[in-house]
Each structure stands twice: as structure tokens, then as C-alpha cells.
């Protein structure tokens, strides 16, 4: 959970044992290492906080009798003293070398243990934080004196009891004892932050790392298991793979031209007064596309009119590909991403062929009216290439093969619920990804998409009155917009309109506070979906329905949608198990073909995927996650850190 501001000690526990066995082994292992049973413990549990926390810098505290002198011990008093025990995991060590460094930190640690801890704080000057403990938040304590012996009257029998603790001084902190069946204690957790089955889970890592240290301590310690081999196939069969995609064409116009055979007079493309019925779409389409060049790149102004739908179809008809280009952007952008991706443009009813002339003021587009062309593409060929923000450098052409989108429009219209009679409003620029999702999956499923009039977004009052007017059935939402939306909501006192039965979402992380105003304002009378993926992997490749979903809780992007795959792994692309993040890498049908002419970004970003065969690749996203223990995935931050401003 969110650290509070304020921390409380509120705490809870949970037992921890280790086997007789096991622990006569870190006691073998401690001796050939010169080193102490705590010291290999002390390795083994900053090993656990480390791969937790995806540090390689921890500090745990521990506590000193600090009764040095054989004087002293028989004095009455309260001699302990707070020790920092830091120890650096870089450099990938092994679990023999990291007792080796964890040896040396104690060693130091305890040759300065009539230091209090007081003064130390004193000599640090470190700004107090009221959240957390200073210097260190996880605590390790190994009690090693000999079982007290009580002599009670005849017939009185003796046994310890366990007790429910409800009081944790620190974020976590393990109290280990020898006993006659080995190592024994419990895992104190600060309940603001941890729940017993988080603790338990931390629990059995540790125990579960021990037992393959001790069976090899010349293994990586980042390498070192922290679940059995066993349950980590189960996770990944179960929670990394979604379903099979429904079966279809694999042509992403293919899928509007068998929709238009079956629903010709229904409205496909409605914009104001306009009305384009799909045997209009289809024809106007079809005639356009014998204009276009197969196998080129075809630049459209991105406007949102029914002319830039009926160009996006012919472009794929005739076996091209369509960079959609938004008119708002600078020119020079707009002509650089023409000459990188080679792109002709259309213009006074010619279409250009000269792929180094991008001097075409304000890219208009006007195909040419001839006759059906039969289709050049194939699965492979490009559907559409998508220049990326450029957040993370320059902006990369991102090309989607129709077998990517295709797949993910079939997989959607089922997800979505999507059929002839519904009503899908086009808000995305035509220059982002999210508005394949709104356009290809409507014209699949035979429902109407309705363009947004530029004015519609200018205030939320204003947006709902609008939906309600146009009876619109599913909406696809920036989550920056939806947290308006439900805020808004909120402070109107509004409701969503009546023939509103989807919402989905997408873009950046759905806070917590914003579901449960819309829980407590929509409940469940409209699906509420939530969407993770960037344009790399096709639009969406994960997506969790948020309804029934308590409030108060981070709300997840989900599980892998059908023909996806999801893996969190460690920076060795070896999974990590729930509850720990690592980095997200995506697999599956949604996978784009690259970057385009930039060989060197694609094999960076793009990697044989371990898990697959074929010649299967997955997309290194650089976004954190983590599997909570029912299978969801939950967004975690970035891997390099990256911030997002005004975005």
C-alpha cells in the first residue's frame, strides 16, 4: 500500500521456520566462509530487500547487547545499542560473496557498537521524514541465548503461546532464535503498508532463496530463486498468455469488406448531417484505391472527416500503408517524418511519386477515382506506420503489420461487445494509436462511428449533453481525460448518459481516487476498462474490467487480452514472482514489425522471446509492473525514471 504520510506503528506477524536440516546447512556454510550464522542471514535477507525492491544498495538495522566486558553482563540495565548494517549488492556477486561483504559490514559495524545510535543521528543532520524510520526500515534480529529453564511444582506443565503482535516499530523486521528444530521466529510488518499475506509471501522468498543458496552459494545472488520452479511454470501458464484470438481474417480491410457485405445500408461513418452507410464506405474506398501505389507509404492529413476514413480504407486496399500525419503538428516534423518513411502524399488529384519532395503545403489529400483494385497485402505487409511521441529521444516510426492489427480488432469487437447498432464516438487524433481502437473495431462489428465535433470537449458539462445527443453506446477515453470526467462528475452532480454502456481507458496510470468517484457516481451501469499498451505491441495488450472492482485499491491494467503475451522480469529476463516488480515486456500477435530503418533501436528494444518458440520476439516497454497474487497486473512507474510534463 501507499506509504502514509505519518507512520504509525500498527503491525502485525507472521511465523517463519526453517527446517533442522536447513539450518545445520547455513551453519556449514557460515563456517566454510569464516563468517557467523547471523552474518549469512544477514546476506540472505538484504539479498530478499534488494531483489524486492529492485536496489542494489540496502540497509538494515539490527541490535547490539553492547556488553562487551564479561562485567557487565549480570549489571541490571538497558544496554542495547541500534547498529546500520549497509551492504552494496552490485556487480552481480554470488550468495558466497555476498556473505563475504556482509561479513565485513558487521564486522565493522559491531568493532563501532558503543556509538549510540543518537549521536549518530546527531552527526548525520539527516532531514526527518515523519513517514519512515531514519536510516533504515527493515530491521534483522538473531537472538542466540540458550532457552531459560523454569522448575515449577509437580504436575505444572510449561508451553510458549503464540501472540498476534499488533505493533511493528519498523516497515518489517525479522526476529530469528535457535531453537531444537532449527532457526525459528517471525516477520514483524507494518500494517499501513503490508497485509499478512504480503508478509507471508516475503516469508517463504527468504526461506525458498536460503535453500538454493546453501544448495549452490556460487549462484548469483539477483539469480537465486525465490519461488519454486513449480509454481513459477503455473504463473506463467496461467496469468502471462491470453486467450486464443477469435478466429477471422487477417487482413485488416478485409475485416470491414465481410462486415459491409453483411450490413451494406447501415451506417458506418456519421459526421453532423453526414451519413456514409458501408456499401458508400466500401465503394468510395475501393474506387479511390487503384490511385495508390501498392507497397508504399501513403501520408494522410489527419483531419477528422469521413473523406480521411474513406482514404484510411482505400490505402489498405490497395496494399499500401498509411502514415496518418496531424496537420497541427510543426511542418518540419511533418516533413521529416515524410522523407524517414519514405512516404508519397496526395495532392491536386495526383498522387506524388517523387518520395524526396515533402515541400507540400499542408499535406492535403485527394486520391484518385478509378476503378476496384484487388488487394496486393498479405499478413505481414504494413497496415499503418505510427511515429511515437519521442519521450525517450527522437520519435521512432513504429510500422504494424496488418496480422498485429487485424488480431487485435477481432479480439476487441468480442471484448467490446461491439455489433451492428452501437455507437463509438472518434475523439483520438487520427495520429495516435488509440484511435485504431476506436475506428477499426467499430467498422468490423458493423456499428456507427460518430466523428466528435471539435467543440465537443470544451467543458464536461457540455461533453455529456453532447454524448447524450448523439447516443453514444462506447467511449475510448485518454485517462487524463476520464479523471476529469469523473471529477467533474463528481462537482456537477451529473449522470452519464443513458445509452453510454462502455468506457475504456488508456494513456497513463488510472488513479485510485478518481475510480472511486466514479464508482460512487456510475457503480456498474456502464463497464469501465481499463487498457495498457504503447503503440509497439498494437494499441492494447493488456486491459482489466473494472467493474465490481472494490474502491481505495491502485487500480490494474490487467491480464494479456487474446494473441498477447506479459511477462515481468528481472534485468537477467528471468520472471520475477507476484508481489515484486521488474520490468514489463510484451510478446504475443500485437508485436509491431520495428522501428522503421533504424535496425539498431529494433534490436535494442525488440528480443527473442525466451518463452515462445518460433522466432517469437517480445518489446522491452521500460515500464515497471507487478503481478499481484490473483494474476493482475499492476503499473509500477518507469524503469529509467522518465517523467511525464504537460503530456
Known amino acids: 500500500r501507499p506509504r502514509p504520510p505519518v507512520r504509525s506503528s500498527r503491525g502485525g506477524k507472521v511465523p517463519l521456520r526453517l527446517s533442522r536440516e536447513l539450518s545445520a546447512r547455513l551453519e556449514e556454510l557460515a563456517r566454510r566462509r569464516g563468517a557467523t550464522l547471523f552474518m549469512v542471514l544477514l546476506a540472505a535477507w538484504q539479498a530478499v530487500l534488494a531483489r524486492w525492491s529492485g536496489q542494489d544498495d540496502v540497509v538494515v538495522g539490527t541490535y547490539s547487547g553492547n556488553r562487551p566486558r564479561k562485567e557487565l553482563e549480570g549489571l541490571i540495565g538497558f544496554f542495547i545499542n541500534t547498529l546500520v548494517l549497509r551492504t552494496g549488492l552490485a556487480g552481480e556477486p554470488s550468495f558466497a560473496a555476498l556473505v563475504d561483504r556482509a561479513r565485513e559490514t558487521a564486522l565493522e559495524a559491531f568493532a563501532h557498537g558503543d556509538l549510540p545510535f543518537e549521536k549518530l543521528l546527531d552527526v548525520l543532520q539527516l532531514p526527518r521524514d515523519p513517514s519512515r524510520t531514519p536510516l533504515f526500515q527493515a530491521l534483522l534480529v538473531l537472538q542466540t541465548f540458550p532457552a531459560?529453564?523454569?522448575?515449577?511444582?509437580?504436575?505444572?506443565?510449561?508451553?510458549?503461546?503464540?501472540?498476534?503482535?499488533?505493533k511493528s516499530d519498523y516497515d518489517l523486521a525479522l526476529w530469528l532464535g535457535e531453537g531444537a528444530e532449527g532457526l525459528g521466529g517471525v516477520l514483524e510488518h507494518s500494517t499501513?503498508?503490508?497485509?499478512?499475506?504480503?508478509?507471508?509471501?516475503?516469508?517463504?522468498?527468504?526461506?525458498?532463496?536460503?535453500?538454493?543458496?546453501?544448495?549452490?552459494?556460487e549462484r548469483g545472488v539477483w539469480t537465486l530463486p525465490l519461488i519454486p520452479a513449480d509454481e513459477q511454470a503455473r504463473h506463467l501458464a496461467a496469468w502471462s498468455r491470453g486467450?486464443?484470438?477469435?478466429?477471422?481474417?487477417?487482413?485488416?480491410?478485409?475485416?470491414?469488406?465481410?462486415?459491409?457485405?453483411?450490413?451494406?445500408?447501415?451506417?458506418?461513418?456519421?459526421?453532423?448531417?453526414?451519413?456514409?452507410?458501408?456499401?458508400g464506405l466500401l465503394d468510395r474506398a475501393a474506387r479511390r484505391a487503384r490511385g495508390i501505389e501498392p507497397g508504399t507509404v501513403v501520408a494522410l492529413s489527419a483531419e477528422r472527416t469521413p473523406e480521411l476514413i474513406v482514404a484510411l480504407l482505400a490505402v489498405l486496399q490497395a496494399g499500401?500503408?498509411?502514415?496518418?500525419?496531424?496537420?497541427?503538428?510543426?511542418?518540419?516534423?511533418?516533413?521529416?517524418?515524410?522523407?524517414?518513411?519514405?512516404?508519397?502524399?496526395?495532392?491536386?488529384?495526383?498522387?506524388?511519386?517523387?518520395?524526396?519532395?515533402?515541400?507540400?503545403?499542408?499535406?492535403?489529400?485527394?486520391?484518385?477515382?478509378?476503378?476496384?483494385?484487388?488487394?496486393?497485402?498479405?499478413?505481414?505487409?504494413?497496415?499503418?506506420?505510427?511515429?511515437?511521441?519521442g519521450s525517450t529521444g527522437h520519435p521512432k516510426g513504429v510500422v504494424v503489420p496488418h496480422r498485429s492489427i487485424a488480431s487485435f480488432v477481432r479480439g476487441a469487437v468480442a471484448d467490446h461487445g461491439l455489433a451492428p447498432g452501437d455507437r463509438v464516438l472518434q475523439l483520438a487524433s487520427l495520429s495516435f494509436d488509440t484511435s485504431g481502437e476506436e475506428i477499426w473495431p467499430t467498422l468490423a462489428a458493423g456499428a456507427t462511428l460518430v466523428l466528435r465535433p471539435e467543440?465537443?470537449?470544451?467543458?464536461?458539462?457540455?461533453?455529456?449533453?453532447?454524448?447524450?445527443?448523439?447516443?453514444?453506446?462506447?467511449?475510448?477515453?485518454?485517462?487524463?481525460?476520464?479523471?476529469?470526467?469523473?471529477?467533474?462528475?463528481?462537482?456537477?452532480?451529473?449522470?452519464?448518459?443513458?445509452?453510454?454502456?462502455?468506457?475504456?481507458?488508456?494513456?497513463?496510470?488510472?488513479?485510485?481516487?478518481?475510480?472511486?468517484?466514479?464508482?460512487?457516481?456510475?457503480?456498474?451501469?456502464?463497464?469501465?476498462?481499463?487498457?495498457?499498451?504503447?503503440?509497439?505491441?498494437?494499441?492494447?495488450?493488456?486491459?482489466?474490467?473494472?467493474?465490481?472492482?472494490?474502491?481505495?485499491?491502485?487500480v490494474p491494467i490487467g491480464r494479456p487480452i487474446p494473441g498477447a503475451r506479459a511477462y515481468v522480469l528481472d534485468h537477467h529476463l528471468h520472471p520475477v514472482p507476484p508481489g515484486l516488480r521488474g520490468e514489463l515486456w510484451l510478446g504475443g500477435?500485437?508485436?509491431?514489425?520495428?522501428?522503421?530503418?533504424?535496425?539498431?533501436?529494433?534490436?535494442?528494444?525488440?528480443?527473442?522471446?525466451?518463452?515462445?518458440?518460433?522466432?517469437?520476439?517480445?518489446?522491452?516497454?521500460?515500464?515497471?509492473a507487478l503481478l499481484t497474487p490473483a494474476g493482475d497486473l499492476l503499473f509500477a512507474g518507469r524503469a529509467d525514471r522518465q517523467l511525464k510534463i504537460r503530456g
Open 148 to 166: 531459560a529453564r523454569v522448575d515449577l511444582s509437580t504436575g505444572v506443565r510449561l508451553r510458549s503461546m503464540a501472540v498476534a503482535g499488533e
Open 192 to 217: 499501513d503498508l503490508f497485509d499478512a499475506a504480503t508478509a507471508e509471501r516475503c516469508a517463504a522468498w527468504l526461506r525458498h532463496l536460503l535453500e538454493a543458496a546453501v544448495a549452490d552459494p
Open 243 to 279: 486467450a486464443e484470438v477469435p478466429a477471422g481474417p487477417e487482413l485488416l480491410h478485409r475485416l470491414v469488406e465481410e462486415q459491409s457485405a453483411r450490413t451494406p445500408d447501415r451506417v458506418a461513418v456519421e459526421a453532423g448531417a453526414v451519413h456514409l452507410t458501408y456499401a
Open 320 to 389: 499500401a500503408a498509411y502514415l496518418p500525419l496531424d496537420p497541427a503538428w510543426p511542418r518540419a516534423r511533418r516533413e521529416r517524418m515524410v522523407v524517414e518513411a519514405g512516404a508519397v502524399v496526395a495532392k491536386d488529384d495526383k498522387v506524388a511519386k517523387d518520395n524526396n519532395d515533402p515541400a507540400l503545403p499542408g499535406f492535403p489529400v485527394s486520391l484518385l477515382s478509378l476503378p476496384t483494385l484487388s488487394s496486393f497485402s498479405s499478413p505481414q505487409s504494413p497496415a499503418y506506420l505510427l511515429y511515437t511521441s
Open 455 to 554: 467543440e465537443m470537449t470544451g467543458s464536461i458539462p457540455h461533453f455529456l449533453r453532447e454524448l447524450e445527443r448523439l447516443a453514444i453506446t462506447h467511449l475510448d477515453l485518454p485517462t487524463a481525460f476520464w479523471h476529469e470526467l469523473a471529477a467533474g462528475l463528481e462537482v456537477e452532480e451529473a449522470a452519464l448518459p443513458r445509452a453510454l454502456r462502455v468506457v475504456l481507458l488508456g494513456g497513463e496510470e488510472a488513479l485510485a481516487d478518481r475510480y472511486a468517484l466514479w464508482h460512487r457516481r456510475a457503480g456498474s451501469s456502464v463497464r469501465l476498462i481499463n487498457t495498457y499498451g504503447p503503440t509497439e505491441a498494437t494499441i492494447v495488450a493488456t486491459r482489466r474490467d473494472l467493474t465490481g472492482l472494490a474502491p481505495g485499491a491502485p
Open 589 to 624: 500477435a500485437g508485436i509491431a514489425q520495428g522501428y522503421l530503418g533504424r535496425p539498431d533501436l529494433t534490436a535494442e528494444s525488440f528480443r527473442p522471446d525466451p518463452f515462445a518458440a518460433g522466432g517469437a520476439r517480445l518489446y522491452r516497454t521500460g515500464d515497471l
